[in-house]
């Protein structure tokens, strides 16, 4: 776990645009959302990393080697650990101000204590299983927008997913979609709650009408993805009320299960 190189898959998507890919089934086999995608954007004199994914090799080196003399600003799409284990090796991290208060804190990882995969878990245990955060934790909120040079990104509040949850839109027609819409296993918040999640999901397909969105940029598993996901997406969730009856207890994650691994998506919706 050592070697940064071997942990990480690094891919160029374009010039200016680069995936930083991490299996977070090395964590436990339960998530089956691999991989992680983080996503590293160059301006002239800024560069922009979107997560930091789940602490289990340096992730710092890695980017260092691709932004040059760059300043470098660290976002978290959102709090949920698989995005943010990696805070520790920055000096400052942003977050949407709804979540501030769960990165400024150390974060508790023991529910993987009992994870089968025990080499990795160690390095979780070698920390106490309470992953330390970055010195400093600043804060955005939507439309805020940050100016890496010749390249602008901006932040699209979409709670749903988690309250803090945001997508980036860039002076260039990208969509990074966080984990607000990806193919595989989303996790929602209780059933009260989804019609918010449609309204992230509405944002966001308005946004690629307006400004012709060609590709989407999801946090997980398959990248880049066609407009396509957002209309699959919302689609699915406005058949879970349908399927509600069809649900079944997931307790790992104290959710509601609605579909099958099989399927283009499998929901985890929050019992509570
Ligand atoms: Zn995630």
Known sequence: MANSTQHFEISKLKEYLYVIKENISLVHPIYTNDPLNMY???????ALLLDTGCGLSPIKPVV???????????????????????????????VHEEEAHIVSQSYDVSYFQDSPNKKVIQI?????????????????KDQDEFDLGGLKVKIIHCPGHSPGSVCLLTSKNE???????YYGDLFLPNRVEIPQVLNSLNKL?????????????????KTPCEI?????????????????????????????????????????????
């Open 40 to 46: 590293l954007l160059l301006g002239e004199h800024s």
């Open 64 to 94: 260092e080697d691709l932004i040059a003399d760059r300043e470098l600003i660290v976002l978290n799409s959102h709090t949920h650990w698989d995005h943010i284990l990696g805070n520790n090796e920055f000096g400052e991290v942003f």
């Open 124 to 140: 979780y245990a070698n920390q106490n299983f309470l992953i330390t955060p970055a010195p400093v934790i600043k804060t955005f």
């Open 175 to 181: 969509l990074f979609t966080s984990d607000v819409a």
């Open 205 to 221: 397909i308005n946004i690629c009408k307006k400004e012709n969105i060609k590709k989407l940029y999801p946090s997980h598993r």
């Open 228 to 272: 396509g996901l957002l209309i699959d997406l919302r689609n699915a969730i406005n058949n879970i009320e349908n399927r509600w009856d069809t649900k079944k207890s997931f307790d790992f994650f104290q959710s509601w299960q609605i579909g099958e691994i099989t399927e283009k998506f499998r929901f985890f919706v929050a019992k509570y």
